[in-house]
């Protein structure tokens, strides 16, 4: 890379860090510029841990361990301060981990770019389906399309770890761990959907064209 691409991918990498949902969640992985230039391995590893220790993160992760809590999920953890604080240790080491292995560690292995690339043109459907097959697809570094393995096995990788610390009564063998990551892939779907139609509105500092 040269030093002029360098400098425009620290600039732009800049401006979706200063992207937020009503100006406090983090909206960092979506850029609305089409051409962005891709990003490097430790821009890759920057923006992947300025999310997992960005205010906001913690205090969704909170919110995810007190519903889990007034569901009683995972009820091998229990009740009470000590049962929230279990919840809330194993949702963050849930998105830590993916966070760092299916945005940062695979994609800088594998050359993808964690990105999504915000269409914003055309008809409905269109950018619907651009939305939906970006959930199995990404960009590389090359800015080719292709199979977006960093996420699917990302969240393999995350399920799999996650066998480590939820209650022994949750762990039931492989296959929720490939149903899970199913289960990722359509989150994204919907993820993506949502950042095609209603998020720009909501994010404050979207730039591009």
Known sequence: MTFTDLDLATEQIKVQETQRFFGAIPNFYVSYVSDAVPMTRSQKFSLAWK????????????????????????KGYGQGA????????????????????????????????????YKGTGTVRSRASYAIANSVICKGDNR??????????????????SNLYYPAADRKGVAPTFENAAIGIGAQAAANLLQEFLFRRLTKNSRGH
């Open 82 to 117: 000590e049962g929230y604080a279990k919840r809330y240790g194993a949702a963050y080491a849930d998105f830590f981990s993916s966070m760092m292995i299916g945005n940062a560690i695979l994609p800088s292995l594998l050359k993808q770019d964690p990105r999504y690339f």
């Open 144 to 161: 080719h399309w292709q199979v977006n393995y960093s996420s699917i096995l990302g969240n393999l990788a995350s399920g799999g770890i």
């Open 51 to 74: 999310q997992t220790i960005d205010p906001a993160s913690f205090v969704v992760t909170g919110v995810i361990a007190g519903a889990e809590q007034a569901a009683n999920g995972y």
